[in-house]
Nanobody, 116 residues
């Protein structure tokens, strides 16, 4: 069992930055691939970024490539999402997930609002 708690969301102006954190507890964090997703009002949840457990290989949605960076600190059981050059369309609830071939866990989400 893994518990995930996101934090770091808030209100930011276009062009600004935020860093989201997702703290994990309850199991071996380093054995899970970690992902960030987001869900805007009236839209389906969409993939944002992924970092695998070994080697730290990353992948991004085209909409955030070059602006967002995912990283993980296995010693702190935490995954981060650094978001730069934020746009209005980045407004959403951001969720982290932890998965292995057998199971996926989700956090409760953190709201990011980009507004002037």
């Amino acid at each position: 069992q893994v518990q995930l708690v996101e934090s770091g969301g808030g209100l930011v102006q276009p062009g600004g930055s935020l860093r989201l954190s997702c703290a994990a507890s309850g199991s071996t964090f380093s054995s899970y691939a970690m992902r960030w997703y987001r869900q805007a009002p009236g839209k389906e949840r969409e993939f944002v970024a992924r970092i695998i457990n070994a080697g730290g290989s990353t992948a991004y949605a085209d909409s955030v490539k070059g602006r967002f960076t995912i990283s993980r600190d296995n010693a702190k059981s935490t995954v981060y999402l650094q978001m730069n050059s934020l746009k209005f369309e980045d407004t959403a609830v951001y969720y982290c997930s932890a998965n292995n071939p057998l199971v996926t866990y989700w956090g409760q989400g953190t709201q990011v609002t980009v507004s002037s």
